[in-house]
């Protein structure tokens, strides 16, 4: 393991996989209510468990506070240690440190734990500068709210804002939760990645199956509901020798699917992956981008169907 890495958030470095909870509770993106109930959204915990993934995302922002009280009342249902990730969105009314512990507080009473492993601040645009929410987060971890703080959405020269100003209180930056998928390498282009690793912050990559769009069940005839359709409408008629070659190395390994290569992918270029499941069948077959490793030859000709794509 990098020898930049502290001791502090080494665990994080060990974690390979993760749950993303938007999904629980989310009606305005997910339609969460209608084709899924909160027994699916347990159901996908649950299966994800048994699949011995260990590390959910969620944040107070997620259906008003219902995926933090979800995620409360599921752990509460299990004895498996579970590691939990939340976040604080910086809204302008919140002007002072202050509001970061306080807002820590709420997370914490609605999850129904004293403390989390993964405190995150959930985007950059806010009326507190960097380095007073890094204060606060230093605080934060010194109170025992959290074990370890991340940033979310941080370009390069913000993190580095967030990781100095850490520095000064001791504090290493444990996690930047970014964009990251095979239809979405950004954070490749512009060094964002390189420079995690340099720095032995850990990338978790959200929207590892660009929203549904890698497991090749979308197309320019039948595109995604709600606005993702809207989002995905100019990408949606390109996609098709990107899901093709996938679907080919997936069979080559034993008949994975499009979705386990894309999360597979993600694991491989070093980043922690937190696809989102609205129930157990999603749940599950993402949990079976476990175990296995695509070659390097089948990852570089990834890389290339995604350029062609992305140019
Ligand atoms: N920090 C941030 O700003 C930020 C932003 C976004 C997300 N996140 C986090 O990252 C997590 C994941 O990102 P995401 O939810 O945006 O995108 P994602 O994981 O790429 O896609 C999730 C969606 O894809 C579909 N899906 C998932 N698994 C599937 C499967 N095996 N087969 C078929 N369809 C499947 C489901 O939607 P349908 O069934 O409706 O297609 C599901 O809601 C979130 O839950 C959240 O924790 C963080």
């Known amino acids: 393991m990098n020898d930049t890495i502290s001791s502090e958030t080494r665990f994080l470095h060990a974690v390979e996989f993760g749950l993303g909870a938007w999904q629980w509770g989310d ?23 048994e699949a011995g993934i260990r590390f959910v995302d969620t944040a107070e922002v997620y259906g008003n506070g219902r995926s933090e009280r979800m995620l409360g009342q599921f752990l509460k249902e299990t004895e498996q240690p579970v590691l939990v990730a939340t976040k604080f969105f910086p809204f302008p009314w919140r002007l002072t440190k202050k509001s970061l512990i306080k807002a820590l507080g709420r997370s914490l009473e609605r999850i129904g734990v004293e403390t989390v492993d993964l405190y995150q601040i959930h985007q950059p645009f806010s009326l507190i500068s960097i ?11 010194k109170d025992g709210l959290t074990r370890t703080v991340g940033v979310s ?15 000064r209180k001791d504090v290493p930056l444990a996690s930047n939760q970014v964009s990251y998928s095979l239809l979405n390498r950004a954070i490749e282009k512009d060094g964002l990645l390189a420079r995690c690793k340099e720095l032995g912050v ?8 660009e929203k549904g769009l890698l497991t090749g069940k979308y197309s320019a005839e039948n595109p995604p509901p709600g606005i993702r359709a809207q989002r995905y409408g ?15 190395f997936g069979q080559e390994h034993g008949g994975k699917s499009k979705a386990q290569v894309a999360l597979n992918w993600c694991i491989c270029k070093g980043a922690l992956p937190i696809p989102g499941a609205k129930n157990a069948r999603q749940a599950e077959e993402n949990a079976g981008a476990l175990g296995w490793k695509l070659t390097e030859e089948e990852m570089a000709k990834l890389d290339e169907a995604s350029d062609a794509i992305l140019k």
């Open 153 to 167: 959405n941080y370009n390069q020269s913000q993190m580095l804002r967030a990781y100095s100003a850490l520095a």
């Open 202 to 209: 850990r990338l978790i990559a959200y929207s590892p199956i």
């Open 234 to 248: 100019s990408l949606l008629p390109k996609i098709g020798p990107l899901l093709k070659l996938m679907t080919q």
């Open 27 to 49: 009606r305005l993106i997910w339609q969460y209510g209608q084709a899924y109930k909160d027994e699916d959204c347990r159901a996908a915990f649950e299966v994800s468990l």
């Open 131 to 141: 380095e007073n929410l890094m204060e606060a987060m230093a605080e934060a971890i």
